[in-house]
């Protein structure tokens, strides 16, 4: 799978979008990127996935650049409830070959929401 | 939709003793589920995939004896901590997929805590 840089930190006032870039230079054409967030001491949710085009759903957008090095999942409006850890993660949607075929988490970007 | 139940949430046993968490995809079949350990602070580490029917695939470094997976059923797999030392105590979360091509989803995480 595809490495991801993250920011560690960032901070958004409560009510405004929250930005959270996502850097994945080596990407391949067959990988996905995938954004989950996990607040403190739950399993992670699943936010929001996309290949080439950008998506959007309930409860985001994703943007994902024309070359694919990069990617931006926006929050539109959010609230106190979005504080949480947000993981980008790159990966094909599934191995063919069986075996492991799990999520491999790095160290995502502490999103915290200020009223 | 794609609700995943996890239980119990919470352990609190002797060490020595074995542990069975069970992890439920409530409304949809999920052909494959995987368990994941979470040290704190510390990001998610896959433990194993399990698929439906088959042996567990365990990632390296993880003890198939000691951590024992069972998916009998689209809905149903449960991870069993054998005879569980302090060294055993984590966060453990699992999550499930419905198929190939779908995002996973996971519970809520079971803390154990060994004594």
């Known amino acids: 799978d595809a490495k991801t840089t993250q920011p560690p930190s960032m901070d958004c006032a409560e009510g405004r979008a929250a930005n959270l870039p996502c850097n994945h230079s080596t990407i391949s054409g067959n990988e996905y990127v995938y954004w989950y967030r996990q607040i403190h001491s739950q399993g992670p949710q699943y936010i929001i996935h996309g290949l080439k085009n950008n998506e959007t759903n309930e409860m985001a957008s994703l943007i994902i650049t024309e070359d694919r090095k990069s990617s931006t999942l926006i929050l539109p409006h959010a609230t106190l409830r979005d504080t949480a850890v947000y993981y980008c993660?790159?990966?094909?949607?599934?191995?063919?070959?069986?075996?492991?075929?799990?999520?491999?988490f790095g160290k995502g970007t502490h999103l915290i929401i200020q009223p | 939709g794609a609700v995943v139940s996890q239980h119990p949430s919470r352990v609190i046993c002797k060490s020595g003793t074995s542990v069975k968490i069970e992890c439920r995809s409530l409304d949809f079949q999920a052909t494959t589920m995987f368990w994941y350990r979470q040290f704190p602070k510390q990001s998610l580490m896959l433990m194993a995939t399990?698929?439906?029917?088959?042996?567990?695939?365990?990632e390296q470094g993880v003890e198939k004896d000691k951590f024992l997976i069972n998916h009998a059923s689209l809905t149903l797999s449960t991870l069993t901590v054998t005879s569980a030392h302090p060294e055993d105590s984590s966060f453990y979360i699992c999550?499930?997929?419905?198929?190939?091509?779908?995002?996973?989803?996971f519970g809520d995480g079971t803390r154990l805590s060994i004594l």
């Open positions: 399990s698929n439906e029917g088959s042996k567990a695939t365990y």
């Open positions: 999550s499930a997929r419905a198929g190939v091509y779908q995002p996973q989803h």
């Open positions: 993660i790159v990966r094909v949607a599934f191995y063919s070959g069986g075996g492991a075929d799990g999520l491999t």
